[in-house]
């Protein structure tokens, strides 16, 4: 009889004031992951109206954190590699929070820009250990699909410009290049894009990873 025990421990739930759990997210969640800031934004709102329906979109730096740090101007704030990506954790559990897990309770499509694989691979690049990344985005629900988007030939900024970290605030990668080269000497922005490119590439050969542009699966 285990749905007539199922139906008395939900009763005993409600006579002890315990909340029912929430039922699981019935929508589909999308990864978009790429080491382009400004045009990761941009293909995310175009891929969410391809889907069509009510699907919606959630980018980078929802939660302000990164905004608010660029305008600290503190020479005495130097943030590290390792440092960066739990700033990047605390803004993705804000997504998830307010714009991701909403939207999926609703039944609705969500397109996340980035999502995982962008501060993997930008940890990666930086010298972090797989080890340790992984464990720590395991919090973080596994997307349907994850998509990358294919980088431009040029990236946004000349490349000097990577190199001295003369970067707008266009996305997490130009964020972190832009902070880490005007406060560790040494640091070659350029050399982590292009590190960060090869290991999404990778995921393609190894992970089921597909580029953007390919026929998704229907939900």
């Known amino acids: 009889m285990p749905n007539q025990k199922k139906k ?21 969640l999308i990864a978009l992951d790429g080491a ?11 891929l969410a109206h391809l889907l069509g329906g009510e699907a919606s979109w959630s980018n980078f730096d929802a939660s302000n954190t990164f905004h608010e740090l ?7 704030l130097t943030p590290t590699p390792r ?16 714009e991701i ?15 995982l694989q962008t ?7 930086a010298g972090l250990s797989k080890e340790w990344l992984d464990q720590l985005f395991s919090f973080a629900p596994e997307a349907s699909e ?7 030939k040029k990236p946004k900024g000349k490349k000097d410009d990577w190199k001295r970290g003369d970067l707008e605030m ?19 922005a350029g050399e982590v894009r292009a590190n960060m490119i090869e290991y999404l590439k990778e995921l393609e050969e190894t992970d089921g990873v597909r580029k953007f542009g390919k026929k998704l699966k229907r939900a």
């Open 8 to 28: 008395s421990q939900t009763k005993k739930q409600k006579l002890a004031g315990k909340p029912e759990p929430a039922p699981p997210p019935s929508g589909r």
């Open 70 to 76: 660029g305008m600290t101007k503190s020479k005495t």
């Open 101 to 115: 897990e909403p939207a999926m309770q609703e039944g609705r499509t969500v397109v996340a820009a980035p999502y």
């Open 83 to 98: 440092v960066l990506i739990l700033l990047y954790v605390s803004d993705l559990l804000f997504r998830l929070r307010w």
């Open 119 to 125: 501060a993997i691979a930008f940890g990666v690049a």
């Open 146 to 152: 994850t998509l990358r988007l294919k980088e431009k």
């Open 170 to 188: 266009a996305g997490f990668v130009e964020f972190c290049s832009s902070t880490l080269a005007k406060n560790f000497p040494g640091w070659d």
């Open 36 to 46: 382009g800031g400004e045009f990761l934004a941009e293909e995310a709102e175009r």
